[in-house]
């Protein structure tokens, strides 16, 4: 329950019944001073000018119309037509209560609908950067937003595992495997290399020549290359899971659409 719309709903039909026309906005506000009460009516006014009478004389009539029941402690006039209204304070803590009780607050649920969310969207080799972070956050807080409202939500983390640096990152592997160096598999070390892999390729025609054969051979399915693929794509994964596990994130490894899947 939304207490300024349910009170919106029930002074603007006080107003139609003392002669504003169907539907006149009541404007109601939480007031901006406590002296004030919780909301205020600022639509009285506005109709008063509107039907040709006195705005005070108009919120009198407005008033004797205005049934509260036990949500208000009192109602009363103020200024030169303004409604102030005082919540029970018995009431709001019966709302509360009720609220607390009711594993969805109170909120109604909506007409179920498939929706599909996507956020997160890192890339592989690379570290996720504040930018992704922002996503992901933003992203999980509207799943489960649309989860709570009773929607069924399909989440889409969209993975950067495609493309030209896949040629260089295999043939800068190939390379350090061949001379029997160490890989690290940190995602961080991981990133250093493709910096040194992007290095080589501008730097060094023969490297570069190479790297563009995996890309093809990559996407012709060559079973090598696909193995190395595979393994960078692996690491990225379980960090980034890591990460979205330590964030409390609903994100999942079976979420995850990359753009080899298109």
Not at 141 to 154: D, I, M, N
């Amino acid at each position: 329950m939304n207490i300024q719309s349910l009170l919106n709903e029930k002074v603007s039909a006080a107003m139609v019944a003392a002669g504003a026309p169907e539907g006149t906005p009541a404007a109601v506000r939480q007031s901006a001073k406590p002296q004030f009460g919780d909301y205020q009516a600022n639509g009285v006014m506005g109709a008063a000018k509107k039907i040709g009478t006195n705005p005070r004389e108009f919120a009198q009539k407005v008033l004797d119309a205005l049934d509260l029941g036990d949500m208000a402690s009192r109602a009363e006039i103020a200024g030169p037509g303004f409604i102030n209204i005082f919540l029970n304070d018995q009431w709001l803590a019966k709302q509360a209560d009720m609220a607390l009780s009711d594993a969805h607050l109170g909120i109604e649920k909506q007409d179920k609908q498939n929706i599909v969310v996507d956020y997160s969207a890192p890339n592989v080799a690379k570290e996720m950067h504040v930018g992704h972070l922002r996503s992901t956050i933003i992203g999980d807080a509207v799943v489960r937003t649309l989860e709570f409202l009773g929607h069924k939500v399909t989440r889409a983390n969209h993975l950067g595992d495609w493309g030209t640096q896949f040629g260089m990152l295999i043939a800068n592997l190939e390379l350090h495997e061949s001379r029997g160096d160490d890989i690290s598999m940190e995602l961080g070390d991981i990133e250093n290399f493709y910096r040194e892999s992007k290095a080589r390729y501008d730097e060094d025609e023969a490297f570069a020549a190479t790297a563009r054969d995996y890309v093809v051979r990559l996407q012709r399915g060559d079973a090598y290359c696909k193995e190395k693929w595979e393994k960078l794509v692996k690491v990225t994964l379980e960090q980034n899971q890591q990460n979205y596990d330590r964030l409390n994130v609903s994100l999942t490894p079976k979420d995850v659409m990359g753009e080899s899947l298109y």
